[in-house]
């Protein structure tokens, strides 16, 4: 099984909706994160969590919200989709500071 | 803030030739990864360099980070079709988050 786990793998939306998207893992890591993909813009971080209790934007927060509802859970939230919000979401995990991440295998979003 | 350059953004080859990717840092690097990834799909954890000077090698692939440590390269030694993909270096700038170059896409001609 995989490490590390992201639902759905693709979605379709319309703008102005509220959609949620989740990433479990077992690798029992404190640290987790969630990145966007654009083509020609490589990983951009938008939020990512240190432990249970802790919550850091990222880079480029705006628009979306994280849950962090257990050690293995990492939730983002998109209140209301935009079309620019069209990318490729990707969650990881690491243990610590200068860790490898572990990647999950990506959502693809497509805000109509 | 730190960034990231990557060079060049894309790359065709024939297969059996010899390549490198060269990532360059603003700042110092306090862990160098790099990831492999297909089109469209997740990431594969190539490399880490922490130290300046190292050198790590996997299959046919070299990474090396400068003694000063501002930049790495990525080095495939006889490519081959299932090397094309778009490769990622990500570094640490001793602040727990990792930032990412913006990637660049290998093509290997058979």
């Known amino acids: 099984d995989a490490d590390v786990t992201q639902t759905p793998r693709n979605r379709i939306t319309k703008t102005g909706k509220r959609i949620m998207l989740e990433c479990s893992q077992t690798?029992?890591?404190?640290?987790m994160y969630w990145y966007r993909q654009d083509p020609g813009l490589g990983l951009r971080l938008i939020y990512y969590?240190?432990?249970?209790?802790?919550?850091n934007k990222g880079e480029i927060s705006d628009g979306y919200s994280v849950s962090r509802q257990a050690q293995a859970k990492f939730s983002l939230s998109l209140e209301s989709a935009i079309p620019n919000q069209t990318a490729l979401y990707f969650c990881?995990?690491?243990?610590?500071?200068?860790?490898?991440?572990?990647f999950g295998p990506g959502t693809r979003l497509l805000v109509l | 803030s730190q960034e990231l350059e990557q060079s060049p953004q894309s790359l065709i080859v024939q297969e059996g030739k010899n390549l490198t990717i060269n990532c360059t840092s603003s700042?110092?690097?306090?862990?160098l990864y790099w990831y492999k990834q297909k089109y469209g799909e997740g990431l594969i954890f190539l490399m880490m360099?922490?130290?300046?000077?190292e050198e790590k090698s996997h299959e046919k692939i070299t990474a090396k980070l400068d003694e000063k440590k501002q930049q790495s390269s990525l080095h495939i030694t006889a490519s081959q079709p299932s090397h094309a993909g778009i490769y990622l270096c990500?570094?640490?700038?001793?602040?727990?988050?990792?930032?990412f170059g913006q990637g660049t896409t290998l093509q290997v001609k058979p």
């Open positions: 990881a995990t690491s243990e610590g500071a200068i860790e490898t991440q572990y």
């Open positions: 690798k029992g890591h404190d640290r």
């Open positions: 969590s240190f432990d249970v209790k802790d919550i």
């Open positions: 700042k110092t690097l306090y862990g």
């Open positions: 360099l922490q130290k300046g000077g």
């Open positions: 990500g570094a640490d700038g001793n602040t727990g988050k990792l930032i």
